[in-house]
């Protein structure tokens, strides 16, 4: 059973500061994704990472994927209360997105 | 509407009870996802559909879980003698082709006392 473990599982911190998340796996993955979901509603698609090593930039949020691809780190600078949220990441294993293995996310709440 | 519809929202049933979940993807999205998050968890895959056909049934958790798309568009989870443990949000969602981007909708919550 692959497994992705995210880390931390929760975290409150004020606006302003910056945090890392943190998305492990003893897995290979063929690309990965992470998705930011509010109460009540589905997972929104943030941003898929598909080569060993690959940093993409979204505004304040930094993705990166493992030389191995078999982790990833997500960082944001800055964050404001519009970043609350929990952030889930999910790996593809069949050269698609046709199955994802998610994490069971991070709860991120930003203080204003 | 311009997203993935679900309906309904919300479902209260008695345990043993059969239940419908209904899923209205985006339309021209030829790939159909179901998915079920749990209390604290992350979203579980249970089916996928590429036009009328199940590519991947493998999540399902046992027989008395099925679903259906029979004109390539609107698709039906159905859970039959349902478990309180069948409880969790179902979450649908489309893409435009095999391995494209995923849409979710906003899940229908399902709660068996």
């Known amino acids: 059973t692959q497994l992705l473990e995210q880390s931390p599982q929760f975290l409150s911190i004020q606006e302003g500061e910056n945090l890392t998340v943190y998305c492990n796996s003893s897995s290979v993955f063929s690309s990965l994704q992470w998705y930011r979901q509010e109460p009540g509603e589905g997972p929104v698609l943030l941003v898929t990472?598909?080569?060993?090593?690959e940093v993409k930039k979204l505004k304040r949020l930094t993705f990166q994927f493992g030389d191995a691809r078999k982790d990833s780190s997500l960082h944001i600078t800055a964050a404001q209360p519009g970043d609350t949220g929990l952030y889930l990441c999910a790996g593809a294993t069949q050269g698609g997105s046709e199955k994802l293995v998610f994490g069971k996310g991070m709860k991120l709440t930003v203080n204003p | 509407g311009a997203g993935v519809s679900q309906t309904p929202s919300n479902k209260v049933t008695e345990k043993g009870k059969y239940v419908e979940l209904r899923c209205d993807p985006i339309?021209?999205?030829?790939?159909l996802y179901w998915y079920r998050q749990s209390l604290g968890q992350g979203p579980e895959f249970l089916i996928y559909f590429q036009g009328t056909g199940a590519a991947d049934d493998s999540g399902l958790p046992n027989d008395r879980f099925f679903a259906v798309r029979p004109e390539g568009s609107v698709s039906t989870l159905k859970i039959q003698r349902t478990e309180r443990g069948d409880s969790a949000v179902y979450l649908c969602?489309?893409?435009?082709?095999?391995?494209?981007?995923?849409?979710f909708g906003e899940g229908s919550r399902l709660t068996v006392l």
């Open positions: 990472v598909v080569t060993g090593g």
């Open positions: 969602a489309s893409s435009l082709l095999r391995s494209g981007e995923l849409f």
């Open positions: 339309s021209g999205h030829t790939a």
